[in-house]
């Protein structure tokens, strides 16, 4: 029986994921949706943890905004919005949950559906 | 309380913890000697932009009745721009956070033009009776609805006395930013909580202002000296239903 500390876990994982990456690089006909950006080009977290984590960031900010009426902008979808709208042809922002536009792209390819703009404004102001 | 003896380290850190302590402090009491008073004015007017609202605040209005005239609908009409709110024609169902309401005593004949919104209880029978904790009460006295968590079962609307909350019942677009409104939830007067976080006054208030009558005064309640309170204290303020034992935010003078 080996016995592994929490270190060398880790880092067995971390070279786990390495290869499974690596693998899915590798597989060069992988489709993956094209996202217009808006005018986001830097965003408020690297692009690999908002990929993965941009929902639990936009519920922490939506709690502290509803109850402790703090309203930076950080974290917040209206943030998220005012970055990522882009324009039609006419010069007028398209909602942000229209097809093809910023979220709608993503949460399409990833069959998740999405409830924030049942309520939320989906251009900037 | 205990008093087991302290490790070394854990003494070093506390001893650390009283130096920075008592260096902070000192620095606290030459900063109020260096200005009295107009530092301890600029922590109680801080933005809470980045905190907390406290419960040192209670927002509150006063209507006015001698000054609000009748027919006039200037507050109502700021507050529907102000959140987007747009009806389908059909006054029973439609999104009201004020209305104008005409009462007139039938004995004497005396007539009265008065606004009526959520009045922001101290004890809201909203808060009471909602099922998921959706409704609820901000610390500086804003009654609110997290829409998240509303499940429109319209509880809240059944026990508001003041029948101050309106149920979305069809699709919307066009929402504002500051003010998300969606179908299936119940909703009512923020008291514009986006413009206070930021040092403003509700929309209705500015209307009624612009509009030349200045019936709305908004403000502090706990601020002795700030315009709702030392106007309050010189009146007669009376709450609708005080037989509810409420204790209202939104209170009315001059009848």
Same mark, same amino acid.
């Given at each position: 029986?080996?016995?592994?500390?929490?270190?060398?876990?880790?880092?067995?994982?971390?070279?786990?994921?390495?290869?499974?990456?690596?693998?899915?690089?590798?597989?060069?006909?992988?489709?993956?949706?094209?996202?217009?950006?808006?005018?986001?080009a830097?965003?408020?977290?690297?692009?690999?943890?908002?990929r993965r984590?941009?929902?639990?960031?936009i519920?922490?900010?939506?709690?502290?905004?509803?109850?402790?009426?703090?309203?930076?902008?950080?974290h917040?979808? *209206?943030g998220? !919005? +005012? @970055?990522h709208?882009?324009?039609? %042809?006419?010069?007028?922002?398209?909602?942000?949950?229209?097809?093809?536009?910023?979220?709608?792209?993503?949460?399409?390819?990833? *069959?998740?559906? !999405? +409830? @924030?703009?049942?309520c939320?404004? %989906?251009?900037?102001? | 309380?205990?008093?087991?003896?302290?490790?070394?380290?854990?003494?070093a850190?506390?001893?650390?913890?009283?130096?920075?302590?008592?260096?902070?402090?000192?620095?606290?009491?030459?900063?109020?000697?260096?200005?009295?008073?107009?530092?301890?004015?600029?922590?109680?007017?801080?933005?809470?932009?980045?905190?907390?609202?406290?419960?040192?605040?209670?927002?509150?209005?006063?209507?006015?009745?001698?000054?609000?005239?009748?027919g006039?609908?200037?507050?109502?009409?700021?507050?529907?721009?102000?959140?987007?709110l747009?009806?389908?024609?059909?006054?029973?169902?439609?999104?009201?956070?004020?209305?104008?309401?005409?009462?007139?005593?039938?004995?004497?004949?005396?007539?009265?033009?008065?606004?009526?919104?959520?009045?922001?209880?101290?004890?809201?029978?909203?808060?009471?009776?909602?099922?998921?904790?959706?409704?609820?009460?901000?610390?500086?006295?804003?009654?609110?609805?997290d829409?998240?968590i509303?499940?429109?079962?319209?509880?809240?609307?059944?026990?508001?006395?003041?029948?101050?909350?309106?149920?979305?019942?069809e699709?919307?677009?066009?929402?504002?930013?500051?003010?998300?409104?969606?179908?299936?939830?119940?909703?009512?007067?923020?008291?514009?909580?986006h413009?206070?976080?930021?040092?403003?006054?509700?929309?209705?208030?500015?209307?009624?202002?612009?509009?030349?009558?200045?019936?709305?005064?908004?403000?502090?309640?706990?601020?002795?000296?700030?315009?709702?309170?030392?106007?309050?204290?010189?009146?007669?303020?009376?709450?609708l239903?005080?037989?509810?034992?409420?204790?209202?935010?939104?209170?009315?003078?001059?009848?």
């Amino acid at each position: 029986m080996i016995n592994l500390d929490r270190n060398s876990i880790a880092g067995l994982i971390a070279l786990f994921l390495t290869l499974l990456s690596s693998t899915g690089t590798a597989v060069a006909d992988v489709v993956t949706p094209e996202v217009p950006m808006g005018r986001g080009a830097q965003c408020v977290e690297p692009i690999e943890i908002m990929r993965r984590d941009h929902f639990e960031f936009i519920k922490h900010q939506r709690d502290q905004t509803v109850y402790h009426g703090i309203r930076g902008t950080r974290h917040s979808l *209206a943030g998220c !919005i +005012d @970055c990522h709208a882009s324009k039609g %042809t006419d010069g007028e922002f398209l909602p942000i949950n229209a097809e093809g536009q910023f979220c709608q792209t993503c949460h399409t390819y990833a *069959a998740v559906k !999405i +409830d @924030c703009f049942t309520c939320h404004a %989906t251009v900037p102001d | 309380m205990s008093c087991k003896p302290m490790k070394k380290d854990e003494s070093a850190a506390l001893a650390q913890h009283r130096r920075t302590f008592f260096t902070q402090a000192a620095a606290g009491v030459s900063l109020m000697a260096l200005a009295p008073g107009v530092r301890l004015v600029e922590l109680a007017m801080a933005n809470s932009e980045d905190s907390p609202p406290s419960n040192d605040k209670r927002w509150g209005l006063l209507v006015d009745t001698a000054k609000c005239e009748s027919g006039c609908d200037e507050c109502v009409s700021a507050c529907n721009s102000e959140h987007g709110l747009s009806g389908h024609g059909r006054p029973e169902t439609d999104a009201q956070w004020i209305r104008k309401v005409d009462l007139k005593d039938e004995q004497t004949g005396h007539e009265l033009s008065i606004p009526i919104l959520c009045q922001h209880c101290e004890d809201p029978p909203c808060v009471d009776v909602c099922p998921t904790g959706a409704s609820f009460r901000r610390a500086d006295g804003i009654v609110l609805v997290d829409k998240h968590i509303c499940i429109g079962c319209r509880y809240c609307m059944m026990a508001c006395p003041f029948q101050a909350r309106s149920f979305i019942h069809e699709d919307l677009t066009g929402q504002k930013t500051h003010s998300p409104r969606g179908k299936g939830t119940v909703e009512s007067c923020t008291l514009c909580v986006h413009r206070v976080d930021e040092d403003q006054q509700p929309a209705c208030v500015e209307a009624c202002r612009a509009a030349g009558h200045d019936a709305l005064v908004f403000g502090d309640l706990e601020d002795a000296a700030g315009p709702l309170a030392s106007l309050s204290s010189k009146t007669a303020t009376r709450e609708l239903r005080p037989d509810l034992k409420l204790n209202t935010g939104v209170r009315y003078t001059s009848f």
